[in-house]
């Protein structure tokens, strides 16, 4: 091998890995619930209507974010026609520049081979690689967020002003993406900058802030003035109170996580690194109190997860990957102490060594519960086991090194190599299972295939489902919920199909509906990894009805 090869090994390893986990087989899965085929339908209208302008969602305006992401996703919808990989595209390419910023970030200010460690770990971060996977905006908004963060903070700590040219048109693009919350979220970090360091102050100051936020106005806000003056109040009480105000402070959901749950979401998300993360705190805390300082960059690294766990933190309504702009960050946190362990001086790695060695037995740990459930309980090809095998394989060869291999090596490979196979083995074998279950595209296209485009098409109560089905059913659907009045809409004159659960057609039937099931099929609820498992519950059927005569008609004939 030439010392060429050698060389560039690395990054040719890093993007066939970058590709398997980003994009290999994106649109083998139909979508899944309920959000993804939202986007996409919301998406596929501005292509069918051709008002670029107005979101539309089953042929209504739809106020739920502004419309740059539908924008982004509507291009290659139209190219590569409304299908699950052009929806999912742009989030995948959005996840890829994630990583990008994160790899410059790191070399930028600190060393090459920070940023390449922070590249390889967020490239194989859970919350990534399912975004990415996954046709809705967050990866496009933390895309924008982040990149304009990383363009400002390079531009203040390397004296390069002109990188805030870059950064202030990418925080409106984030605004444009998701609304004020990109505002709401820089707000709280610089101002925790701005009270804990005084030389980020001193460098705050050194910006040209006036004319960057009126980029920033410039690119955000003349959608929502348009919105508003073209909508007034609908727009203005369906978008920023309703989805905004009330969805922040208002308990619009009984019994909602606790305010520790993104804590939780954060250290499962950075497995098998999180004991790393929590040693490097450990050892920064422990160098504070000793007296020693830590630098602007390290600050900034904390104080970013800690304005987006902290400010989503007291919402009443959680997601888990509404705190998923923090996972650059983190992984450079990680990628520092991975670093330091190998370069720095003991005394001040202690927390982060001891958590280093703690990834293989993580992987030892996770392999073998892992090939126990696979053995007892799940429902997959006995080849999948592979999987368990190579997390056990992986943790025992990262553990011994630890013991003969002084510093570390250079990249943490092994560790990347598990969490790699889960995820092949997650595209081989566990999406095709799930794929089994997911019956409600399957009726939507038997509804395509026998409907004229006369006859009316309805939802019952598909709750999680129904954006599913109006995306494969690629038709106006009257989205039906009140008992009472379903059996009208049944009864018009006309043909009609309608979909829902089968333990639904004796209650409508009991108020004077005249059904007749014409098609079924059996499958999941809701998603799930109960699905998964050999002994489950009973599945749900699901049928499509259509009116049938009354039977007192059906014996006079």
């Not at 004991?275 to 104080?303: C, H, K, N, P, Q």
Request: hydrophobic content about 55%; glycine content about 6%; charged content about 15%.
């Amino acid at each position: 091998m030439t010392k060429r090869l050698a060389r560039h090994l690395p990054f040719l390893a890093w993007s066939a890995l970058a590709f398997t986990v980003l994009f290999w087989r994106l649109g083998a899965a139909s979508f899944w619930d309920p959000d993804e085929a939202h986007y996409a339908q919301t998406s596929r209208e501005l292509i069918t209507t051709g008002n670029w302008l107005t979101p539309y969602y089953n042929d209504q305006p739809f106020f739920d974010k502004p419309i740059l992401f539908h924008w982004l996703q509507a291009l290659p919808m139209a190219v590569l026609g409304s299908t699950e990989t052009a929806a999912r595209l742009v989030p995948a390419i959005a996840a890829l520049a994630i990583v990008g910023f994160t790899w410059w970030l790191g070399a930028a200010l600190v060393s090459s081979e920070v940023g390449f460690v922070a590249a390889l770990l967020l490239t194989v971060n859970p919350a990534l690689v399912a975004l990415a996977r996954y046709a809705i905006l967050d990866t496009v908004f933390t895309m924008f967020l982040f990149g304009g963060l990383a363009m400002l903070t390079v531009a203040m700590l390397r004296d390069r002003p002109r990188l805030q040219w870059i950064g202030y048109p990418f925080l409106g693009l984030a605004t444009f993406t998701k609304g004020p919350i990109a505002l709401a979220l820089c707000a709280c970090a610089l101002l925790l900058l701005m009270l804990l360091s005084r030389d980020m102050r001193h460098r705050l100051v050194a910006l040209r802030w006036a004319p960057g936020l009126a980029v920033i106005v410039v690119l955000s806000a003349p959608w929502f003035v348009y919105m508003s003056y073209r909508y007034k109040s609908t727009f203005l009480d369906a978008y920023f109170l309703d989805e905004n105000l009330k969805l922040f402070t208002g308990a619009r959901f009984a019994n909602g996580p606790p305010w520790w749950f993104y804590l939780q979401v954060v250290a499962t998300a950075l497995l098998p690194w999180t004991a790393m993360l929590v040693g490097r705190l450990y050892d920064d805390v422990s160098g504070i109190v000793r007296g020693r300082r830590l630098d602007t960059f390290e600050i900034a690294l904390w104080l970013w997860p800690a304005s987006v766990i902290g400010l989503f933190s007291t919402s009443s309504f959680k997601l888990d990957h509404y705190v998923f702009p923090a996972a650059p960050a983190l992984c450079l946190l990680c990628a520092r102490a991975w670093h330091d362990v190998r370069h720095g001086e003991s005394i001040h790695t202690r927390g982060a060594r001891l958590g280093a060695r703690l990834v293989g037995i993580v992987l030892v740990v996770a392999g073998v519960v892992l090939s126990f459930v696979m053995v007892e309980r799940l429902d997959l090809p006995e080849a999948a086991l592979f999987v368990p095998l190579a997390i056990l394989a992986c943790g025992v060869a990262d553990a011994v090194g630890w013991f003969w291999v002084r510093p570390p090596s250079e990249m943490p490979w092994i560790a990347v190599a598990a969490m790699t196979a889960i995820y092949v083995g997650a595209l081989v074998w566990v999406v095709p299972a799930f794929e089994e279950q997911k019956v409600v595209h399957d009726l939507a296209r038997w509804v395509v295939a026998a409907a004229e485009p006369e006859d009316r098409v309805g939802a019952y109560r598909l709750n999680r489902w129904s954006a599913t089905f109006r995306f494969y059913v690629n038709r106006h659907v009257t989205f039906l919920e009140r008992e009472d009045t379903t059996p009208a809409f049944i009864e018009e004159p006309g043909r009609v199909y309608c979909i829902m659960r089968g333990t639904d057609v004796a209650r409508l039937e009991a108020r004077g509906a005249h059904l007749q099931i014409v098609q079924a099929r059996s499958g999941m609820s809701v998603t799930s990894g109960m699905a998964l498992w050999r002994e489950k519950s009973a599945p749900t059927r699901f049928v499509v009805v259509t009116h049938a005569e009354p039977r007192h008609k059906r014996g006079r004939g």
